[in-house]
């Protein structure tokens, strides 16, 4: 693969680099309308998803960082983005050109003070695989293997101007307004922010380790403090394939059904016993050992759930709550979904939505068991989040609903049902951490 041999730091250079990528697409519209007259609309439709797809991606893979982030989250939203836009932005899950040798060796002497052979047996200074934030290398000391993730260089400095070039489009796509408006992004950039902190993740990452190491086929590395700094992680080299690669060769049910039942128990336990949840479920954080087990990787992104948000957001579990109007309504008020300056169309029209929504969303919930292969489920979701996303009525009210902590619990739930779906999991025991609660 083609190495990067240095990456646009500067404002003006990142904003450029988007600006000559908004040209491009700008002339792949204009062949669009002249495509849709000599041929079938949806095929031309396809082919203009493919080229946008493509142009965008070959950007953000050069800016990388939190702007490559963006592209990651955006490949787990299969029910709202095209798929021609899922498929290329999920490269940016472990599959992005990485640096070239020489900065690598650059960013780990800034770091250390020395040069990898200094301080490893053997040092492999072409990368194992690269995505948004940083890149993998394969290292040797004493006969044990490490996995050594290097962090680009600048990408912590260029997050809020990152953020300052999207959030225009961002705050049109999602009809985010209202004085409230930067506390959702205040929220993405304190989370951008902490996954360039590998002294925080180093912690974090132990300390998951620890707290979830009991679970069945569920498996972590060893991290090590003394090869990792503010730019370097360092833990125990795991044999396996990533999620996404296990979940198209897969044949057998028994192994999706128990990776699958890891998978949940993982989450579910984090959710309702810690309290603090692993908020970046992409297949590039999962790696499917030959014993099939689950290996659980890179926790720079954990969303602290407190008490005043779970209460309500897991009351809406309940059908006896859900189908009770009061106190249906009183959590929506807790979550801030409904607001006192309400008008009586916005309650109206907001209660029908998120009943609708929770009706179906918690599904899986309401049973002892559940196949997450159904694509039935799927496809109801699918249809309703569309449904919504087309409803002028949502452009015409005001869309800034809900607490900051939703943005990032909502993606937690959605990423792991995607991954449940994608391994076609059955017959899955959904209270396994009540157990955990005595």
């Known amino acids: 693969m083609k190495t990067a041999k240095n990456i646009p730091l500067s404002k003006i ?25 000599v041929n079938p609309e949806e095929e031309a439709k396809g082919r203009l998803n493919e080229n946008n797809a493509t142009d965008i991606y070959d950007s953000l893979k050069t800016l990388k960082g939190s702007a490559l982030k963006m592209a990651q989250m955006m490949s787990m939203e299969k ?13 940016s899950q472990f599959s992005v050109p990485p640096l070239s040798a020489p900065l690598v060796l650059k960013t780990f002497k800034k770091s250390f003070g020395k040069f990898p052979d200094q301080i490893f047996d053997t040092f492999n200074s072409e990368a194992v695989n690269a995505a948004s934030i940083g890149q993998v290398h ?67 990452s132990q300390t998951v ?24 992680l360092t833990m125990d ?12 060769i897969n044949t057998e049910e028994t192994s999706a059904t128990k990776i699958g039942q890891a998978l949940w128990d993982f989450y579910m336990y984090q959710l309702h016993v810690l309290k603090k949840v692993h908020a970046d479920p992409h297949p590039g954080n999962f790696l499917v050992s030959e014993e099939k087990e689950l290996i659980a990787l890179d926790f720079g992104c954990m969303k602290e759930i407190p ?24 959590n929506l008020v807790g979550l801030e979904v409904l607001k006192d300056d309400d008008t009586e169309e916005d309650l109206v029209f907001f209660t029908k939505m998120f009943y609708e929504v929770l009706e179906l969303f918690t599904a899986p919930f309401q049973h002892d068991t559940f196949d997450f292969s159904d694509e039935t489920f799927f496809d109801e979701i699918s249809s309703l989040g569309e449904r919504y996303m087309k ?48």
């Open 391 to 438: 409803d002028t009525n949502i452009r015409d009210l005001n869309g800034n609903r809900g607490s900051r902590h939703i943005i990032y619990m909502n993606r937690t739930f959605f990423g792991l049902f995607s991954l449940m779906f994608d391994l076609k999991a059955k017959n899955i025991k959904i209270r396994n951490y009540e157990k955990y609660l005595k």
């Open 237 to 248: 080299w795991m044999t396996g394939i990533h999620l996404s690669e296990f979940t198209t």
């Open 307 to 330: 008490d005043d948000f779970y209460n309500p957001y897991f009351e809406l579990f309940k059908m006896e709550v859900i189908n009770d109007p009061e106190n249906f309504k009183k």
């Open 79 to 91: 029910n709202i983005m095209p798929k021609a836009f899922v498929e290329k932005f999920s490269l």
């Open 209 to 232: 380790e620890k707290a979830c190491n009991h679970i069945p086929y569920l498996k972590f590395p060893k991290y090590y403090p003394e090869y990792s700094s503010s730019q370097i």
């Open 13 to 37: 250079h990142r904003a450029s680099k988007l600006v000559t990528t908004g040209a491009k697409v700008g002339v792949n519209y204009l062949k669009y309308f002249g495509d849709k007259l």
């Open 138 to 204: 394969r290292a040797e000391k004493d006969g044990k293997m490490f996995a050594v993730k290097i962090q680009y260089p600048g990408v912590a400095h260029s997050i809020q101007s990152d953020l300052a070039i999207v959030k225009p489009i961002a705050m049109k796509m999602f009809n985010i307004k209202g004085e409230h408006s930067d506390l959702y992004f205040k929220e993405v950039e304190d989370k951008l922010i902490e996954e360039t902190n590998y002294v925080l993740e180093l912690e974090q």
